[in-house]
């Protein structure tokens, strides 16, 4: 089976522009999850999405938003950019999701640089 | 919400030597414990789990053990090698919500 794919792989924007990141998970999963990496800020959980449905959101701000497609495929937007919003973005995808006790298997970021 | 932390943040070892990296979490419904070895430039991979009515897990070089009424949980690796050299994470999932802990760098010395 393919594994979790992210698109783009690398991004550039300017502060006040927005960014929308795609990440296609593994065939048959119905569960995307997304997280933002920083070095100072660790690993930090974004959402999760299943079967179309959000069934968890961390702790950011609204500018960070999602969705899910019939096909599992997963969309995040951030809007307003800001110089912080810089970052590696992942996605992770399993078969349950959160709420089971399922291995998650991540995709290889979006790297996110804000200017 | 979850709160997990991590120790040590670095973590140096000479190889054959096992290495510790402990964690804690604050919320009480998190049943769920993965850890992922992250090397550099990478993803996050799932190294081993554990589940809350399980106390110990292992698989070869690599243990996990969870005590809930201290809620803490802990990796360990014996026989460390070269390439166990990455930045290890800890997590706790309660409630739809996974939470990780800071990272412990691990370097294994040759």
């Known amino acids: 089976k393919a594994g979790v794919t992210q698109t783009p792989r690398y991004l550039i924007k300017t502060r006040g522009q927005q960014v929308t990141l795609s990440c296609s998970p593994i065939?048959?999963?119905?569960?995307v999850s997304w997280y933002q990496q920083t070095p100072g800020q660790g690993l930090q959980f974004l959402f999760e999405?299943?079967?179309?449905?959000?069934?968890n959101k961390g702790n950011f701000p609204g500018r960070f938003s999602g969705r899910q497609f019939s096909n599992s495929r997963s969309e995040m937007n951030v809007s307003t950019l800001e110089l912080g919003d810089s970052a590696l973005y992942l996605c992770?995808?399993?078969?349950?999701?959160?709420?089971?006790?399922?291995?998650?298997?991540f995709g290889p970021g979006t790297r996110l640089t804000v200017l | 919400g979850e709160n997990v932390e991590q120790h040590p943040s670095t973590l140096s070892v000479q190889e054959g030597d096992s290495a510790v990296i402990k964690c804690t979490y604050s919320?009480?419904?998190?049943?769920?414990f993965p850890w992922y070895k992250q090397e550099l430039g990478k993803r996050p991979q799932l190294i081993i789990d554990?589940?809350?009515?399980?106390g110990e897990k292992k698989d070869q070089r690599i243990a996990v053990t969870l005590n809930k009424t201290a809620k803490h949980f802990s990796l360990h690796i014996t026989e460390t090698q070269p390439e166990d050299s990455a930045v290890y994470f800890c997590?706790?999932?309660?409630?739809?919500?996974?939470?990780f802990g800071a990272g412990t760098r691990l370097t294994v010395k040759p």
């Open positions: 992770a995808s399993s078969i349950t999701g959160l709420s089971g006790w399922n291995e998650q298997f």
């Open positions: 065939s048959g999963h119905r569960s």
């Open positions: 999405y299943f079967s179309e449905t959000q069934r």
């Open positions: 919320d009480s419904a998190s049943n769920y």
């Open positions: 554990i589940r809350s009515n399980v």
């Open positions: 997590a706790a999932t309660a409630n739809n919500d996974m939470r």
